[in-house]
């Protein structure tokens, strides 16, 4: 079946400019997490998604970083008023249940965004 | 900040051989998570070790957990050119968040 998918692939943006970044999860996983990657550096924990709970946004870097999910499906990280360091690879992962309760977390392929 | 250290940055080796790479981490855990990324794409969920075992095989993989020193490992036996990837640990807490260290760049040299 279809795993995981993002888009764009690839995001270039000049500074200021606002940018959304989707996730399609695989169908019937409840939980969802947006992570950042720096160049060279580990995953970075944006946001998570469990069902219909309040998500946790304790990893967003500051307010001009949200994002929402629809229907508990597709979701959706916008980033308001871009800075040049935002550029970071954005991944998301979807897994059945809590990932790390030993479910396993399925990654997309990632957005590679460049802000000019 | 990190919880998983992983060490070394880099390793670079020849096919056939193995190849063992070590994670540290800081507080207790639930349990302790390998993932491959290739190409600084998406990542790839290798073995999950909880904090009650010790030792997990895996086909060519084997991964050690010692809670008392805080540390795992990750050894690839009989390594092969497709293993070239860059390795992280993950560790999961108290909560369902995991955290990932910075990776291990293995390369494989055929």
């Known amino acids: 079946g279809a795993g995981v998918s993002q888009s764009p692939s690839n995001k270039v943006t000049e500074k200021g400019k606002d940018v959304e970044l989707r996730c399609d999860p695989i169908s019937g996983h409840t939980a969802l997490y947006w992570y950042r990657q720096s160049l060279g550096q580990g995953l970075e924990f944006l946001i998570y998604?469990?069902?219909?709970?309040?998500?946790?946004k304790s990893g967003l870097p500051s307010d001009r970083f949200s994002a929402e999910r629809t229907g508990g499906s597709v979701s959706t990280l916008t980033i308001q008023r871009t800075q040049q360091e935002d550029s970071a690879v954005y991944l998301c992962?979807?897994?059945?249940?809590?990932?790390?309760?030993?479910?396993?977390?399925?990654f997309g392929p990632g957005t590679r965004l460049t802000v000019t | 900040s990190q919880q998983g250290e992983e060490d070394p940055q880099a390793l670079s080796i020849q096919e056939g051989e193995n190849a063992t790479m070590n994670c540290s981490y800081k507080?207790?855990?639930?349990?302790l998570q390998w993932y491959r990324q290739n190409s600084g794409r998406g990542l790839v969920h290798l073995i999950l070790?909880?904090?009650?075992?010790r030792e997990k095989h895996s086909g060519r993989l084997r991964v050690t957990l010692d809670t008392s020193k805080k540390s795992s490992s990750l050894l690839i036996t009989a390594s092969r050119a497709a293993d070239t990837a860059s390795y992280f640990c993950?560790?999961?807490?108290?909560?369902?968040?995991?955290?990932f260290g910075k990776g291990t760049l293995l390369t494989v040299n055929p």
């Open positions: 507080t207790s855990i639930n349990n």
């Open positions: 070790i909880r904090s009650n075992e």
């Open positions: 992962a979807s897994s059945q249940g809590l990932a790390g309760g030993g479910n396993e977390q399925y």
């Open positions: 993950a560790t999961r807490g108290s909560n369902y968040k995991l955290t």
């Open positions: 998604f469990q069902g219909n709970s309040a998500p946790d």
